[in-house]
Every structure is written in C-alpha cells, then in structure tokens.
C-alpha cells in the first residue's frame, strides 16, 4: 500500500517577531518546524503501511530548506522525501500550491507507483486555510475525506474505505471509493521516534528533489504568484487595546472579600448578567 | 496566503501586479452567503454572515442572496425565510434527496452550477468543518480565490472585497484580495461577527433551481450520523458565560475549580491549548486561534497568560474578567477586569460569593 | 543497532565537536557526530563573541558565508557601582579591517552553518540522539557509545567528547569527576530585539559594526562574575554570570540580578522599549588550568568546555573549543595515517600539542586568577565604589583644590582598605597575572 502524505516546513509561529517600527515580520532567527498538524498525517499513514506494508512518501512544495523537514520526517520512520522547489513557486497561495502538489503527485505515481491514499494535515500554522488539501482532491478528483477522526477500515483490494468524520455537533461516519484524499484531525495519534537506524538512514538518505518541469508542469502562469488569484495587500500587526484592565485593589484584602468585590464589579459593568443569573437560578 | 509573510515586504509590488477585472468576469454581480444548515437546524454562522453580507452589499450597490440547499422542501422554505428577515433579498433553494446529508460530491455540484448561472462577486461561508470542507472544493473547482478564517470583511476604494485574516497563528494579521478572478470567496468563523438583528416579516424573491446529479452518480455514501451527546458537547461559541482555566491551575484536579464556577454560573468552561495537549479538558473546549471562537457576555480567564492565539479566541467578549498571579501578564493588556491573585484561592471564593448572592436572592424574590 | 563502524564518534555538534568532527571528515576518516538537540545550537545559548582565529584554521574563507552578526570594532570595560560606571573604551577604525578579528553571531545559526560544513565534509550528523553512555571492551578500551533511541548501540575506533560543560558522559564513565560548584559559572542571557537603525544609533555604528561591552562591580553584588552585552544586527545580548558556589551562599536568583544589571542607570538606556526574546541560562566552566581532568584515555578524548577550556578573564571559550577539538582531530587523522592505535599511550600526543597551543599557555597563565578572585572579593564590591568615588571627587568642581582632592581620593582608598591591604591586593594580583 503507498500512501502519499502533504506535509509543510513552517516558521514556528511561537517565536515569531513583529518588527515593532515597520510592522513586518523579523525572520530572523526563528526556527522551521514540521507542520504540527502534519505530524498526526504522517503518525497516521505510517501506522497503515505497518499493517498492511508498502511505503509512506512525504511530499512538500517549499524553498530548498525544506529539505531539512522531510530528512527529520525521514527520521521518524517514512519511507521517501519528495522535495518540489522551484523559483516559479514563490507566492503561491492555496489555488497555485494545490497545482503544484497534484503535478508532483501524478509524477510520484509515475515514478514510485500509485498511491492508495494521499493524505494531508487538517491545514497549515502559517497559512492555516485547510484548503490545499479539498485542491489536491478536486484537481486529481480524488474523493474527498477531510477532518477525519478515525480511519475505521481500509478494504485495499475492494479498494473501499470508511472514516469517521468530524461534522458540526457529531461525527459523520463515510464511506467511499480508493484512492481517496484525506485530511487527519489533530490529536488522534502521537508521532513516533525513529530508530537509530532510521535516524541513520534518513542523515544519509536522498531527498529525491524536482523542479516545476521534473514535475511535468509545462504551463509556469498557473505557479506561484501569477498563479494565485489571492493578493496579499498588506501584512500587519493587530493593534493593542488601548487601555489596561482595571486591577480589582487586592491588596491585604481576604480571598471573601477580593471575591465580592469581583461579583460586584461583574454586576456593575454588565447589569444584564445579574438578571440572567436570577432567571437560571430561580428556573432550578 | 501560504506565502503571506514572503509578500510581507514587497505587498504593492504583488497588489500592482494585477488590476483590470477581465472582461467574462465583468458580470458577476451582488453578495451570496451560503446557509448552512444540517439535521433541519441552521447554523447561526450563517445568520452572522448574512449581517455582514447586508453592509457588503450596500456598500456596492447590489443585491445579498442567501443559498440553501437541503432534501426537505419545508426545512429550505423556513431557511430561506429565515434568511430574508436576516438581510437577504434573494434566496436559491435547491431541493434533492442527495443533498439530505452533507456531503462534498453532491454540495460542490450544486454550488458550482449556481455559481457558473448566477454569477456572484462575492461568495461567504461559514468557515466550520462543512463549510471549509465544502469552500475548498468550489473555489478550486471555479478555480478563484479563497480568504480562509477571515476576522473582518470590507469594500476597498477599487470596489473589491478586502478580507481579513490571521496568519502564522494569530501573531499577525493580512488583508487578502482577489482582484481579478470571481467570485471573491472568503470564510468567517463562527462568533467572529455579531448577530444581526431580525427584521421579523422580511420577504425577498425565492428562486428555486435543480441538483442535476443523480444518487448512483455519488460515490461517497453516509453510513451513519453519531450526534455528539449533549453532555460532552461544548456550546462555548454561542455560551453567555464562559469560565477557563490556563496551566496556571497546575493540576488537572485544580481544573475541578473552574468547572464548579461555571456550574454555578449556568456557564460553559474551557481552556487554553496546553490543556488540551495535557489531556485536562477535550479538544473542543480549546479556546483561541486554533480552537473556538467565543463571543461571550462574561468571560473569566483564570491562569491564562493571554498569549496571542488565545487573545484572538476572546476579544469578541463584552466583558473580560482575568485572574493571575503576575500582573505583568499579556492577558491584562486585553482583559476589562483584572485580578493579581492565585486562581486556585480565589476560583472557590469566586464560585461561593456567588452562590451566596444568588440564594439570598432567591429568598428576597 | 548500527552495523556500520566508524573511524570515530564525536558526541556533540558545538564548537568543539564540529571542529574535531570537520577536521577528521575533511581527511576522509568515516565520522558519525551524535547532538542531543533538535539541531545544532538548539541547546545553546545564543549571541555570542566569535574569534575568528580558531575558525581560520579550520575554514580560512567562514567569512564568505558564515552568518556572522556584526565585527566589533569597540570594546568598552566598565567598573560599575549602583549609580556609575568608571570605564576604560577601546574603539578603532582599524578594526573595520578586511578579515575583521572578532564578530559577534548568534549561537543557534552560526552552529547550524558549521554543522552544514562538518556535513559537506563527509561526517554524518544525527541529532535528537542523546548518548547515554560509553562501550567499553574487555580491556576497558572505550569501543563506541550507546544512545537512548531503540537500536541504540553504534562502535567506533575513537570516541570524542565535545559535550559541553556538564556533559553527563564522561562524569557517568568516570572520566573526569563532577563540577565543583566553586570552578563554574552559571550565566544567563537574554535577546533584546530592537531594529537595526535603533541600535546603530544608540552605539553609534554603521553597517556592520559592534561593540562589545563587559562589566564588573555591584552589578554581582559581590559574588565572583561580570556582565557583558553584545550588539547583533537586530538584537543586543545581555547578561551576567557568577560562580555557582556564589550564588548558593548568597542565596540570590541568577535572574534577579540580571534585571538589576538591566535596570542599572547605565544600562537602562541602552536595552530601552527592545522586546526581549529567548531567555537561556548555561554553565561556563571557570576552574582553569587547575580544574583540566583527564582529557585523553583508552579510545576516547576530551575537548572544550567538557575539558574545562575557556579562559574566564578573557571570555574565551569557543576558540578554545574550536582548537581543542582540531587539535584532537588531527591527532586522530595522523595516528590512523601511520597504522597506530587509538590507545591511551598514543592518544597521549592531543596532549602534547595541546601543550604547544595558546589553550594551554594561557590557562596556565592565569593559573591562579580563579582562586584570586574568588578570595579577593573586595574586587567586585569595595573597588568598584572607591573608584567611582574617586572619579566623581576629581571630575566634581567644588570649589575644593585640586590637591585636597588627590589627598582625599587616597585617604578614602585607605579608609576602604588599609594601605598594606591595598598592596596586598596589588601584588596578588600580578603573581596571579604573571
Ligand atoms: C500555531 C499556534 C496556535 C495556538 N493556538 C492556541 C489556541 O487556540 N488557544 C490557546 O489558548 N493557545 C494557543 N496556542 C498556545 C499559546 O501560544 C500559548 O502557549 C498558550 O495559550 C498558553 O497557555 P496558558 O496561558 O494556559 O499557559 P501559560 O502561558 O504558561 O500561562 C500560565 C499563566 O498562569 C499564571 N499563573 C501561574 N500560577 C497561577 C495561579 N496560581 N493563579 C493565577 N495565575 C497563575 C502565570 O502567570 C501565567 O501567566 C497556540 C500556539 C501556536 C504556536
Ligand atoms: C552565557 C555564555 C556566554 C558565552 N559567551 C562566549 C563568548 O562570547 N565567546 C566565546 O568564545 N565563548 C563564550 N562562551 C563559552 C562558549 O559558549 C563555550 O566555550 C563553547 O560553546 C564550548 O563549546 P563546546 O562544543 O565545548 O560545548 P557546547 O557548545 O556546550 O556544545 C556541547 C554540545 O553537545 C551536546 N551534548 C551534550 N551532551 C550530549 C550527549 N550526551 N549526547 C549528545 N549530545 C550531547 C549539547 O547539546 C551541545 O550541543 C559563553 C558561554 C556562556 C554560557
Ligand atoms: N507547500 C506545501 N507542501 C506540501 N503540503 C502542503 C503545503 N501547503 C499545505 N500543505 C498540506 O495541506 C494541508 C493544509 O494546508 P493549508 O491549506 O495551508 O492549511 C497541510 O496540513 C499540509 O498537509
């Protein structure tokens, strides 16, 4: 079984600076991280090609540094890194990164043989659209899975498979037609640590890396950013509230008493509140 | 948007890239806003919406429809009522068994066909999993852009839709436009905009079209619907009160505390993220950026330090209470009311002052 | 485990171990590095001071595409008290030279890129693999180590310990004891940011240019250390550092006294609405000459802080680094080149060379300047502030003559401390400098 997973290098948004004056980000120093969300794909799809076998690819459209993400995926236990870089992908937004993974994914057909499954994270830190994935599925058409809880069971040779998928106030349980594309929820497994040996195999192994052209993609107006209907008009920092909180006077006061000051300031600034409360406690 | 940061320093440059609308797009025209609703109930998001598609509307001129797509004739003709006395002038209803659950074969079909018919200039969804789910496939069905999360919806000078959003987790904000493709689509989160009033006995034009896609043609089939049970499922969006707890409890015991406030309160609780990765509380009671979006009449944050992603989850709130030992903490740069106290003694004082208050009440009235 | 063997296996990716792991792949000896961190430089505090002698020697041309922060061209050294600072500043235009002496960098990148160079030289890195502990043969020979990820065994002929100061290998193996509280120094820094303009105005530089300043006095509240701040481009490190055996007695926050050093009238200005990022703390070993273990044996050698490598007075501690870990590389390189064995007797040249490097003159040097300092606290508490009183009685116009003044200024250094005391203190320390 060959299942593809979508995976992002992304800045750690923990640590990133705004540049106090001109309001733009200062890269400097701020770590790449592997998608969080991906990991969870990953974690996912290497748990399936232990049961059934076959391989795990991971695949990321991103600068040649990226490189370093798929080596650390590769460490985890994955079986092959596809890097997709090239200049014509710079600003690409979700429309131009979906053209491009789903030619990158058609190629690793080719090359690596089909995949059963793509999957991807439930989306991005930085860009954190959860569309890429909907665009690989729409432009391969493959079927389309997404925040999917739990794969309930994969049928390879009936090539059908059922997942449980997070709904609005439930879960949907779906069944569908492979090969399918499907987006993990967060938090339904923890990533694994490789072995000594993966992670020797993967300091050594080779990041098999394409341009836009090894990828077969022969029309550029559709990368990057003349590839992206989104225009991104400005970057900003949001604005601080103007004033501080009103600091209820502790001070020497007893917990009781600094506690019905609070109840009192509460009432004070939302009279609707007390009301409210009168209503719900009268009707228990 | 995935390269917001790269365009970061150079945004003119990519804005001037692109300017005159081509011609074949020159006719799409007025505001839709799709009506989610699922299991006969609509989703208030799209109520929000619609509040938010009236003021768009106005402001170029142009009509708001509202689109609703369902299996029952008499759940889409209360919908499509609905969404008159919410703002819109025009409804699309499609009726078809095949749209009895959602699901993305079916809904993109009958959302794209209306599309390419009708020609809109803006197209908004509610951005929870169905309409994420659903906006992802259209938009790149219709090959046209997509402003994912948005947090504030406007008209530019140009007459274009300038969409909001934040980036890299909420540390930073960017307005995102698609100048020259149509529709311009974007998503909001539910609670991001307020509730618009209803104009009771507001009528509009009901057009009603066809889903042409038969149920054989469908692959994917539902095989069941397990609803969330009421008891674990976290009304926190749409709560009047919400108490959460930060790892300032230290302990998942200590977490006890904030539930005991809520109850007597009659009030949701819920958490920062780190007590989700701790296992304290289930994830959808995550409030912040990449949890729920609140819009609460009180909110009581007790041992959240107020980092970025969370602020973003809470601003909406009309009243924010904050309870923490250091009074340097962002939380109080944001919050109303601030209180430099241990949560873990004063919670339970909190929880008894008001249950005090209200009993003596009660014997008054 | 790894069936492959290797040459050698150097545990830790920071200055040290990236030399000896460089120096060793560069002569296609096979080299598997091992780093706890998540990359290397995760673990380690960031700005810093880089001396780029010890990195010439090992890639003459870093400066092509090493991520170097500023050169410093000013060196200011303050004596401080609670409300001043009396200072000695040393600023040149001859600094801004073509092959500038001294670069301030920032730790996390700068380790990064060399690790790019140990691994475009043929080593293999592996990180987020702690070593637990070293495999020994029946003879007692170290044959390799063993980590904590599952498979964890991995065999070599040599095994090199740059791991830092309280590396946990070598103490577990019994290779050397365990740090005395009073021949290390716990640090700790902070990264202020502020844009780029701000901070070339404030010390008035251009371009590239840094300055460099390093502070005694009040600021240790009378504990054994010094502060220092570094400009970065877009940053200034600040910090402050003292025995740990100090702070233990003196019951203080090593944090604590940062902010006081922050806040110093002094200093305040300099840091003024930067956002801090990026809070570390981290041990300098400062014991010397006297606190050097064993840095060779049976299959295994010792370099940097883990051998105790860094002069204190001077600050030097990733040159050191840097030299020792060559050095044991090309020990390594010339013993494999003529067939010999990686034994204890052979291994017995790191030492020899070493010997013949400025590492081991200087540490000698200074020899007795630790033990100094730490007897002579009046170094850092009652001189500071005779000096400033000094500097303000003689800067102060009063109306007083001046010779009054001189007379005064030397009544209240004897007040401070007796005459013969003085002297002592004077001679102790130029035996101590000598
Ligand atoms: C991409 C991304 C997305 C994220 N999304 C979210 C999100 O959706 N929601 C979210 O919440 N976080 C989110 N985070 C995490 C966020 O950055 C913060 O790490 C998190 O909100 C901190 O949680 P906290 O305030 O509970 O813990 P801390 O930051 O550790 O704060 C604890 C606070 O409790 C105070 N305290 C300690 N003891 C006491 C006491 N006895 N009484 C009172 N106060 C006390 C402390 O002073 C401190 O301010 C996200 C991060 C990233 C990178
Ligand atoms: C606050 C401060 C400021 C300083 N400023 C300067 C300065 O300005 N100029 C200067 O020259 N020096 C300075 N130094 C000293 C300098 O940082 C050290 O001398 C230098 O880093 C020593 O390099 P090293 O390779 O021996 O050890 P380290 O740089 O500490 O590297 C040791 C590495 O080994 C890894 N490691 C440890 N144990 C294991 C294990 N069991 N398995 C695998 N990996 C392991 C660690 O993760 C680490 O990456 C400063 C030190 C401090 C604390
Ligand atoms: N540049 C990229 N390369 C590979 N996968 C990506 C890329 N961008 C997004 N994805 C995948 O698509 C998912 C959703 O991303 P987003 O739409 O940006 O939220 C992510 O979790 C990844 O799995």
């Known amino acids: 079984m060959h299942i593809v997973v979508c995976m992002k290098q992304v800045p750690d948004s923990a640590q990133i600076r705004v540049h106090p004056v001109t309001n733009t980000i200062m890269r400097q120093g701020v770590p790449t991280i592997i998608n969080p969300y991906d990991l969870f794909a990953i974690e996912e799809a290497m748990r399936w090609r232990d049961r059934f076998g076959g391989e795990v690819t991971v695949l990321t459209m991103g600068p040649p540094m990226a490189e370093e993400s798929l080596r650390k995926a590769l460490t985890f236990g994955v079986d092959r890194a596809v890097l997709l870089t090239d200049r014509y992908f710079a600003g690409s937004d979700t429309l131009a990164t979906s053209f491009a993974l789903a030619a990158a994914l058609r190629k690793i057909s080719q090359e690596f043989g089909e995949p059963l499954m793509v999957f991807t994270g439930k989306q991005t830190i930085d860009g954190d659209t959860a569309q890429v994935g909907p665009g690989i599925a729409k432009r391969l058409g493959l079927h389309q899975l997404t925040y999917v809880s739990r794969i309930a069971e994969i049928d390879p040779a009936g090539r059908r498979i059922t997942v449980e998928r997070r709904a609005e106030g439930g879960v949907q349980v779906l069944s569908t037609r492979l090969p399918a594309l499907i987006t993990i929820l967060e938090g339904v497994n923890e990533i694994r640590r490789g072995t000594l040996d993966d992670a020797y195999r993967a300091a050594r192994a080779k990041i098999v890396t394409w341009s836009a052209a090894d990828a077969g993609i022969a029309d550029f107006s559709k990368c990057g950013l003349r590839g992206s209907p989104t225009i991104v008009k400005k970057v900003f920092a949001p604005a601080p509230r103007s004033e501080k909180a009103y600091q209820i006077p502790a001070g020497e006061l007893s917990m009781e008493a600094i506690a019905e000051k609070t109840m009192q300031e509460i009432f004070k600034r939302q009279p609707a509140i007390e009301t409210d409360l009168m209503r719900f406690s009268a009707g228990q | ?365 | 485990m790894i069936e492959e063997r290797f040459d050698a296996i150097v545990v830790g990716a920071g200055p040290s171990g990236n030399a000896a792991a460089y120096t060793m792949a560069k002569e296609g000896l096979k080299v598997l590095q091992l780093e706890r961190g998540e990359y290397p430089g995760s673990k380690n505090v960031q700005g810093a001071i880089l001396y780029a002698n010890a990195l010439e020697k090992l890639i003459p041309d870093f400066r092509d595409d090493a991520p170097l922060e500023r050169h410093i061209i000013e060196q200011r050294l303050w004596t401080m008290d609670d409300t001043s600072y009396i200072g000695m500043h040393y600023r040149s235009e001859d600094f801004n030279e073509e092959r500038p002496n001294r670069y301030t960098i920032i730790r996390a990148q700068f380790d990064k890129w060399f690790s790019r160079k140990v691994r475009d030289a043929g080593a293999v890195l592996l990180c987020e693999t702690t070593v637990k502990e070293l495999l020994r043969d029946a003879r007692g020979k170290v044959i390799g180590v063993k980590t904590d990820r599952d498979g964890g065994m991995v065999f070599a002929d040599v095994v090199i310990l740059g791991e830092g100061v309280n590396g946990i290998v070598g103490q577990r193996s019994g290779l050397r004891p365990e740090l005395k509280p009073e021949s290390v120094a716990l640090a700790v820094k902070e990264m202020h940011f502020l844009p780029r303009e701000v901070i070339e105005s404030r010390f008035n530089l251009k371009g590239n240019e840094g300055t460099v300043i390093e502070a005694m006095g009040t600021i240790t509240a009378g504990m054994t250390g010094t502060g220092f701040l570094y400009t970065n481009q877009e940053s200034i490190s600040v910090g402050i550092g003292c025995l740990v055996s100090d702070f233990a007695e003196s019951g203080m926050t090593p944090y604590g006294l940062l902010e006081a050093f922050k806040n110093h009238p002094s200093i305040r200005p300099l840091l003024a609405n930067s956002e801090c990022k990026e809070y570390a703390a981290h041990l300098i070993p400062e014991g010397g000459y006297n606190a050097i273990p064993e840095i060779y044996g049976d299959g295994w050698i010792v370099v940097g802080d883990a051998g105790q490598f860094v002069n204190a007075v001077h600050r030097e501690g990733s040159n050191l680094a840097m030299t020792t870990g060559r050095i044991a590389g090309e020990t390594v390189v010339w013993l494999k080149r003529r067939r010999e064995e990686l034994s204890k007797a052979n291994l017995a040249e790191y030492k020899r060379r070493l010997d013949e490097t400025f590492v081991i003159k200087d540490l000698k040097k200074y020899k007795k300047i630790p033990e100094f300092l730490h007897r002579n606290k009046q170094v850092f508490g009652l001189y500071p502030k005779l000096l400033s009183a000094a500097a303000q009685t003689w800067f102060r116009v009063d109306g007083a003559d001046k010779l009054s003044k001189e007379k005064e200024i030397l009544k209240s250094f004897r007040k401070g401390r007796t005459l013969p005391g003085l002297i002592g203190d004077a001679v102790k320390l130029a035996r101590a400098w000598r």
Request: with cysteine.
């Open chain 2, 1 to 365: 948007m995935t390269e917001a940061p790269k365009q970061a320093q150079t945004p003119q440059s990519r804005a001037g890239t692109k300017k005159e609308l081509p011609e074949h797009f020159k006719a799409y025209k007025h505001v839709w806003v799709f009506i989610e609703s699922e299991h006969g109930a609509v989703h208030p998001v799209s109520y929000e919406l619609l509040g938010e598609g009236r003021k768009l509307a106005d402001k170029r001129g142009v009509e708001l429809a509202a689109v609703v797509l369902g299996c029952d004739k008499d759940a889409n003709a209360a919908a499509a009522a609905a969404s008159f006395e919410f703002g819109a002038d025009v409804v699309y209803i499609v009726t078809d068994p095949a749209l009895s659950h959602y699901r993305n074969e079916a809904f993109t079909k009958a959302m794209t066909d209306l599309v390419n018919a009708y020609k809109p200039e803006i197209l908004l969804l509610g951005a929870t999993t169905l309409g994420r789910d659903l906006a992802g496939s259209v938009a790149t069905t219709l090959l046209t852009g997509l402003t994912a999360d948005c947090t504030e919806l406007a008209i530019d000078d140009e007459g274009s839709l300038a969409a909001t959003r934040p980036t890299f987790g909420g540390s930073l904000l960017c307005t995102i436009l698609t100048l020259n493709y149509r529709p311009q689509m974007a998503t909001v989160r539910p609670r991001v905009l307020p509730m618009p009033q209803r104009q009771e006995g507001r009528r509009g034009r009901i057009v009603e079209c066809s889903l042409n896609l038969a149920e054989d043609d469908i692959v994917t089939k539902v095989v069941r619907f397990i609803a969330d049970r009421e008891s674990n499922k976290a009304q926190l969006a749409y709560a009047d009160i919400v108490v959460a707890g930060g790892l300032g409890l230290r302990s998942a015991e200590n977490f006890q505390l904030v539930k005991s406030l809520a109850e007597v309160l009659g009030a949701e609780y819920g958490g920062s993220r780190p007590l989700v990765q701790k296992g304290w509380i289930t994830s959808d009671r995550q409030i912040g950026q990449t949890g729920k979006t609140i819009r609460p009449k009180l909110y009581i944050a007790a041992g959240i330090s107020g980092a970025i992603q969370h602020r973003v989850g809470v601003e909406g709130a009309d009243l924010i209470v904050a309870i923490n030992t250091d009074p340097n903490a962002p939380i109080f740069d944001f919050a109303h009311v601030g209180i430099v106290a241990d949560a873990i003694q004063l919670l339970p004082a909190l929880t008894e002052a008001f249950r005090k208050h209200l009993s003596v009440n009660r014997l008054a009235g």
